[in-house]
């Protein structure tokens, strides 16, 4: 499925809050020498990355080569590549992967972050957002309709019920393997009083 940059954008604040919030929690000691965007999308996150480190090389990483184009187009300040993160290997060791919503549409996390950590050195950060939203009422009711209707034999191979773990899991799986966890969870409200 081809991606529109453009729509994408649309609600680019929205899209960007959640990778400001996560690169407001990456410490690092020095300046990277080199920091990967995995699923960069049209760039948005990988410019708000540049804007914390302007001297550090950035490569942004996507499958879509329209969400790439619109980066280019943009003139976000980074190298892209087209790359799908399930087999994408650095080449060159990163002191930074960040990845912001994008993580979500791949499967086996077991086996993806681990091998995503062992791409960085010693100190190196492996920061990730991934929307854990898939039991709230938008999300139900499109399976409900995916799965009962004529399209239903059409659809039953795109739906996935679980894509994130809980951040339990995900502690579980990261704390032997690092020398600290960082995991929290969060529940947007938003109220407007007149």
Not at 25 to 32: G, L, M
Not at 115 to 133: C, D, E, H, T
Not at 141 to 158: D, I, M, Q
Request: proline fraction near 8%; charge should be negative; glycine fraction near 4%.
């Amino acid at each position: 499925m081809p991606w529109n940059a453009g729509v994408y954008l649309t609600f680019s604040a929205q899209r960007s809050r959640p990778a400001m919030e996560l690169l407001g929690r990456i410490f690092f000691s020095a300046v990277p020498d080199f920091i990967v965007d995995l699923g960069c999308g049209p760039g948005n996150s990988t410019d708000i990355l540049h804007q914390r480190w302007p001297d550090t090389r950035i490569l942004g990483v996507d499958n879509s080569e329209e969400m790439l184009q619109r980066a280019r187009r943009d003139r976000i300040p980074a190298e892209f590549e087209l790359a799908d993160i399930a087999t994408w290997r650095p080449k060159q060791q990163p002191s930074i992967i960040f990845s912001n919503a994008a993580l979500q549409w791949l499967d086996n996390h077991q086996t993806l972050l681990p091998q995503l950590i062992s791409y960085l050195p010693q100190g190196g950060v492996l920061a990730v957002q991934m929307p854990r939203n898939f039991d709230a009422p938008s999300h139900v009711l499109l399976r409900e309709v995916a799965t009962n209707g004529p399209w239903a034999s059409y659809t039953k191979n795109a739906i996935r019920y679980d894509p994130v773990a809980t951040p339990e899991v995900y502690y579980d799986l990261l704390a032997p393997i690092t020398s600290s966890v960082d995991i929290w969870e969060t529940v947007c409200c938003f109220c407007c009083c007149t």
